[in-house]
């Protein structure tokens, strides 16, 4: 098989991968400035609003509190623009192919959403404060806060957790799955944008925690690698599609832990004060300040 | 201790680091032109095969139908040229030291293999098309078909798993697990590449996920995060060393269900239509249609 | 909202995100020349750290016996320079911020542990040959030395885990913690640099797997995927944080394997070639060559 | 002075910089999405450019005429997007700072505008490669035509400045000059962009050449290193300022050859087939088919 | 000649090469953390400095005088952190191999340099305003002060001289000639950093221009591609090698102009308000408001 | 017009520029593994030939005389692979387009050639050192060695250009040419890899220089900037085109001197210790020991 015959299979793979009945239904269509957004952008813009919240552990390590306006400045002003571009790829994407959107009204809409999300920074990380007081005081390993925030996977989900969930308040499409799909890659960790979680929540090791779409969480909630709070079942429509929207997942009170590997299934409750242990399947409710635990392994 | 001092440990310790007997079976010694595979080409490679398998999602975002043959065409010539290096070193690395391996003929050899893989795109596409409607109809929480592309890990494991799959049946050594490797790495779903997986496959969330080398699975079956199809125990050879190449992993037959954390091991059948419940171990045959569940936890 | 709305916006809340009151605690201020350890060059580091140990599959890969020395001899001045200057960062940032602290003879200090670290080197390597072997040993569906040395994450999690152990005991604060961590993003494995782990120590698999800081694990121990060496609880000080320090890990002793998923928490023992089930809840000893499983799941 | 002092020195450095009587007329303030032209971009669109018009030499280089199509494809829909997307910039620049000017409209325009462009390109290429014959004629040195398309300076200042004079001549503000002045940097020729030269044009070494603005030069004309056709002088206005826009540069006839270093001044002719000697300062017409040389130096 | 041929020359020639005698005079031997200073992050420092000075024309085209502080303070920091050390490495080379240098005490001075530049920036942001507008007004050809900031070669060779002079008058060694040579690079233009030039300065094109050490330039001067203002010859010593620091480059009153190619050599001076034609030798002196011209050319 | 509009135009565009016709003699069609020399590739290995030769000026600069001699062995074996790359596609350009020339003879050769030139290196940074040399006794601006290695225009040029003599001599096409235009681009300075050039050789500020490919020149000369030994009229031949190879430049003798924007034209001989004025024009042989200048200005 010489060379022209590699040529030869390569054009006729090349005319096969090109017809459209062989693309349909995986292919996006674009007009023009209608990309869709991008995975690499929304990295780097996860990397600015760490380094707004968290001055000095990310981004610009040498700032102090007399330059540190410059900094949060020009990060913020940076994460503007880059979150205004791509929001405005995520309503165009949403709009479907039909629409004529790229126009100067969606780029105005974009740019609200943007300065909205900017707006409600100083509350995330308000909130993301409490996050790192609950990992600290939860580990006996953690040696300072300073560790906590710089390498603790906890800390990286429940930060992209918490971005995404603004966006997704604020009506933003598919760019909240993205970013917390991006955790889920960099930590294990996989919480849907669309769960409500309470102050002072952690999660100790992390890997292979998942939290539903419709999960609530209170404060001061704990859980540890490997739990799941997931969908029971779901109902499916007449097409045998199941249902979207429907409360599934799991609500945990104020104070609860789950030990490692627990499965929580179901749109039940964990009271207040709830234990639950690890490698055990729970798919009913379980009083407040209740402990369950795994039945006996045998020898 | 000095500056000089510290010259002194570095070239001692760099002397030790330097004798044979250190490096003794850690060492790979290439001869002129025989690298090994590189995981960052085949990073590349996967993400040229992604952006010609679902134009638009991955690579160039802003391809529409009528330049779309130019983007495939240029995309699939790259992939045709990256992927006969990787594979002419892959083939080397497998001939061992001694062979005199990186003549034109293994050169010829290897751009053949690649085209092979190449002409076996369209059919690829094909498939990876029935697993996306699988995760899609499987998730109530999924909005779009474009957000299950678009940043799904199981998409991501199952399309590296299936690019790694057809290398591998191509007789190509190492390659194919090192594309895994990297899915592992990004979605924590590890998948061997020499498991058989049939169509309309999908998996859940998927961190923990482990499939045998010598697992079977039919058509539509869909599998959670945390579930190990994997061997029982295996048997040694005179030296004490597992025997390779045994059927060791589980058989999954169509509509198959399995929750969370389950672990199932050996070469055991799952039988058609099952359910097998969350955090559980499962080593015996499970019969057709049959649902088997953990013991209740205690309270 | 026109634009000049967006830019107020931003300046708002750039004020805000200033105020010392709202960065409280989540900002680390440096002096003049004491930036935080990188995450970036601990992974260069560590790059060049895989090449020496491994040389030909990791780094230049066309190093050959005649020119090894050269490519160690540069590897480990580089791994030197960037080493100390990360150690100086750590040894700053323990510091705390009152201190005077990057001065010369502090500078002095990190090159010296810089210097100590890779007169270790030879050992490490030592070592970490008999973990491959285990390795390669341990899985039917390993095909060579090579492919567990370049592909298999238990290789990766590992020499992380050994190398920022090393730094751990030469008293470097912060940088061995950072290491592992990155360990447990890229393949799911967290071993805490504090452990203490014998030879011929594989994970199979390994995703989820969590070894805790007081752990101690003998010779010859193999664990799978998902497997948790815990802590079962912590006592807390008169302010209700937990007490630092206390051994409260499991010891796992010569010749144990512990299967997916398994749960072992608190300073007991699992005695010397004792079986540990899957997806089991271990909290008292194990005895001697016992074996231990999950009760039988439910039809 | 301590390290506060330095801070002290910054942020009053700051200051005074941030003042707008001390950056006024040194700044360009942006709205929104209106950045300038950029020279990376601009970059590389040149190379797009350069690699369409030679297929093969630059570029990807491993085209076959099977698969020409496919790249020339690609890079045509790049080079059209990130030139509409520069001229759109540019048109924004000229507006000024007052206009309402980034609307859906001026991108619409910049489109045109872009796609005119490309739409000449073939005209371009054919002139081109009459260039690059009289550079290959014209040289005793030259080897191949491919040694002067790969690598003859004249060829690069030529391209850019054939490609500027055809975005000039459709109205694109600023970004022909930038086109040109890139090739000033890299080769040493500075040809103005609304210079009008012919066919077969050539300049030897061509370090230090200078075109100005209003030179007319016909066919197959040769100019060396050093050789200036510039204005001898220009009317001020009442303010003192040259008047512009007057057409000031000499008239270069077919077949007319300027030796190195030689300086031709003013709106004067140099007739056809004219050849005016090196490190002379010329500026009156010279007769066609004249020959004007230096007086002999002295010994 | 077989593959191990080719590694026994190169090891024979890597040995000849690391021969002492054969380096001997051109190599540099650093002690710890006493790099030269690097061209890479010098080039790095004249970007910020052009993005300060000319702010929205160079570094982030976005800002707007809002916003205006926050670029400017982050741009300013990074130039102090960046030249402070190169400061430190240029004082170190300077200092030769013997002497303890990089001591606390030189990485203070070298902290005091870096931020007595940065005090003087606000000058130099104002002499260079009078040069942008001296090259407006000079060249017809020019539609805007933004062209001319944006891509003048005479703006960026004078700015780097401009920022070389400063921190050759603060005693800073070796790191003026870089700057000004990358500058020669760029635009062909060579001003050595300790010549004397005044306000409103300005180049025509640039290339060849060479501006001597010992040169004196007043205000209002314009020059053009080619000129030389050179020294004419230069008394040796004992040894036969120059005899540094004597003025030996021309003086140049205000308001001198002087045409293409022109040379000038000597401790001369070109009187007030005199002109200098092309193509010319000069080494006399040139009377106030004189006119000189080349004598005519033959034909 | 719309976007579909636009489409149109660049698929027309595309069409056009893909016939054959179009690009007939400017396309440079490549059999499978026969790239073109890369320009970035050989801007690489000039990096590396530099960091050899000057140990610690370039490349890595923080070498120390006991590590030297892992550095140049790792820069010398890069440097042998990156060159033998770059000859075989050197040789394979040369062929044509007809020859089956990748085979394994032509990369044995390749690799051949590389090495000889390699075993060349001892011997160029021996005149390379002459050149250093001579350059720091000629410029009383010159502060130290280190500056003029490590800033010095002639410097770089001069070592491209003894790099791109060695490989010409060895019989390498084409490489040579770009290597001695990639130092014109960097420095303004022409130098044909054919022209030969003895010891002590320097060049002052050097943009302009041109030096032709049949030039000879002795030991201790030394030229400035704007100064052209050039070719004054070739030969053609019935085609009405160049003869190549003729001897057609000047001839330089010991000790010459040839000060700024002098033009030397043909084969010619200026003689021992001969000087040569600025601004000239020379055609005429010059004898041993003349000192020839301009006529006088006319005020």
Redesign the interface.
């Known amino acids: 098989?010489d060379?022209l015959?590699?040529?030869h299979?390569?054009?006729?793979?090349?005319?096969?991968?090109?017809e459209?009945k062989?693309?349909q239904?995986?292919?996006?269509?674009?007009?023009?400035?209608?990309?869709?957004p991008?995975a690499r952008v929304l990295c780097e813009i996860i990397e600015l609003a760490r380094a707004?919240?968290?001055?000095?552990?990310f981004g610009?390590?040498?700032?102090?509190?007399?330059?540190?306006?410059?900094?949060?400045?020009?990060n913020?002003?940076?994460l503007?623009?880059l979150l205004s571009d791509q929001i405005l790829s995520g309503l165009c994407?949403a709009s479907g192919p039909d629409c004529d959107c790229c126009?100067?009204s969606k780029?105005?809409e974009a740019?609200?959403l943007?300065?909205?999300f900017?707006?409600r920074?100083?509350e995330l990380?308000?909130i993301?404060?409490t996050d790192?007081?609950a990992a600290y005081?939860?580990?006996?390993?953690a040696?300072?806060?300073?560790?906590v925030?710089?390498?603790?996977?906890a800390i990286k989900a429940i930060s992209n957790y918490r971005i995404a969930h603004e966006l997704l308040k604020l009506g933003v499409?598919?760019i909240p799955?993205?970013i917390t799909?991006m955790a889920?890659?960099?930590?294990?960790i996989?919480i849907?944008p669309?769960a409500k979680i309470g102050e002072y929540f952690t999660i100790d090791?992390g890997?292979?925690v998942?939290i539903?779409?419709t999960s609530i969480i209170g404060n001061h909630v704990k859980i540890?690698?490997?739990v799941?709070l997931?969908?029971k079942s779901?109902p499916l429509d007449d097409d045998?599609?199941?249902?979207?929207?429907?409360a599934?997942h799991p609500i945990l009170e104020d104070n609860v832990i789950v030990?490692?590997?627990a499965?929580i299934?179901g749109r039940i409750t964990i009271g207040k004060d709830a234990t639950v242990?690890?490698?055990?399947?729970?798919t009913e409710d379980?009083p407040v300040g209740?402990?369950?635990?795994?039945?006996?392994?045998?020898?």
Chains 1, 2, 3, 4, 5, 6 share one sequence.
Not at 143 to 147: K, V, W
Not at 184 to 188: A, I, K, L, P
């Open positions: 098989m060379p015959n590699f040529t299979i390569l054009t006729q793979a090349v005319d096969e991968l090109s459209s062989s693309y239904g995986l292919f996006h269509q674009h007009k023009d400035g209608e990309p869709l991008s707004i919240i968290f001055p000095g552990y610009n390590s040498t700032i102090n509190s007399r330059t540190i306006t410059y900094h949060i400045g020009v913020t002003e940076k503007f623009n994407f126009t100067d780029r105005e740019g609200r943007s300065a909205q900017i707006s920074m100083p990380r308000r993301l404060a790192v007081v005081n939860g580990d006996p390993a040696e300072s806060i300073g560790e925030i710089s390498c603790y996977p499409p598919l799955r993205i799909e889920h890659s960099e930590t294990g996989d849907h669309a090791h890997t292979g998942v539903g779409a540890y690698q490997g799941t997931g969908a779901f045998g599609k199941p249902i979207k929207g429907i599934r030990y490692s590997n499965t299934l242990g690890g490698n055990i399947w729970v379980v209740a402990r369950i635990v795994q039945p006996t392994a045998k020898k």
